[in-house]
């Protein structure tokens, strides 16, 4: 079984002492937590944390994450990526509807320490640092080269307040009425226009779809952080904007909180006719030599942590 807490000769730097406390005179005006409760069951649902509002935004005295975990939470209170979150199993097992109010003119700091102080108020979340080394990737050039197109620059639309990335609603659900389906077994939908360029993921039972418009190799490295749930640097040195579909089996990988398959896998028969021509999708490393023409190459580094030492598995009421 995973330890809570991390420690032992692998860690290079511990600090026993907790985190520096937050204020805790900084709390959200009003805060309620509920438990995530799924629509009716269907394949190929997709949703995501459904975060919008807070510091920044069009909305910037409140906040709603529709479908968000623990880890999700915790991430964004303690403003890291969701692989420098370590703790038991409960992080990731429970997703929760949180919304809260807080004065318009709250910081981005003040935000972040409001979370925290929810977090320990109602889930009873005590955690500590730590700096460990911990397996990584680079990701490199293949020996044939990239095989990703360069995106061609057009000038972008000023995005309505709905289309905000930080205010986004959570992807629409798959599955009410028909859907018509590509040769690579996943829904054809339109991509956002706009000439903004972003990520767009779709994961069904079969696999998962990442589409990339105008995305750097940094962009690209951060998101294959979240998947891989292990950091990953950019080590291709090619400085452009990119185009790609990268599709691949979710088999043993974590999405990062950021997606949620909703409904059981189908069974053998239901594969076979819903996707007859369709090859099993490959694994993300050979995936991403197949199709991008680049790999992943692993390695060790040092790595911040945020240990949770405790988390209450339901939240005490609002």
Not at 247 to 267: E, K
Request: hydrophobic share 35%; glycine share 10%.
């Amino acid at each position: 079984m995973r330890q809570w807490i991390m420690a032992g000769a692998a860690v290079l730097t511990c600090s026993l002492a907790q985190a520096q406390a937050p204020d805790k005179a900084l709390t959200f005006d009003a805060a309620a937590i509920k438990p995530f409760v799924p629509p009716n069951p269907g394949r190929g649902m997709i949703m995501g944390r459904g975060g919008r509002g807070g510091p920044g935004s069009s909305d910037p005295g409140r906040i709603h994450y529709a479908v968000i975990t623990l880890k999700g939470l915790l991430a964004i209170a303690y403003d890291v990526k969701d692989y420098q979150i370590s703790g038991p199993a409960i992080l990731d097992s429970d997703r929760f509807d949180i919304q809260a109010t807080m004065p318009p003119e709250t910081t981005k700091e003040q935000f972040h320490i409001m979370l925290q102080n929810l977090l320990a108020e109602r889930f009873k979340v005590t955690v500590h640092r730590e700096t460990k080394e911990l397996p990584m990737y680079s990701l490199v050039v293949n020996k044939n080269g990239p095989k990703m197109k360069e995106a061609v620059e057009t000038p972008a639309e000023e995005p309505k307040a709905e289309e905000r990335k930080e205010d986004a609603a959570p992807p629409p659900l798959l599955g009410r009425g028909p859907i018509k389906m590509g040769p690579d077994g996943f829904p054809i939908l339109p991509l956002p226009g706009g000439g903004r360029g972003g990520f767009f993921t779709m994961m069904t039972p079969f696999g998962a779809k990442l589409t990339g418009q105008k995305q750097t190799m940094q962009d690209l490295v951060e998101r294959l952080s979240q998947t891989l749930s292990k950091p990953v640097t950019d080590a291709t040195g090619l400085k452009g904007k990119y185009d790609f579909t990268l599709t691949y089996s979710m088999d043993g990988l974590n999405n990062g909180g950021n997606l949620m398959m909703l409904g059981p896998p189908p069974g053998e028969a239901d594969r076979k006719r819903e996707m007859p021509d369709v090859e099993p999708a490959q694994n993300i490393f050979l995936a991403i030599q197949s199709q991008l023409g680049l790999k992943l190459e692993a390695k060790k580094g040092s790595v911040d942590l945020i240990v949770v030492d405790h988390a209450e598995k339901t939240p005490t009421e609002n």
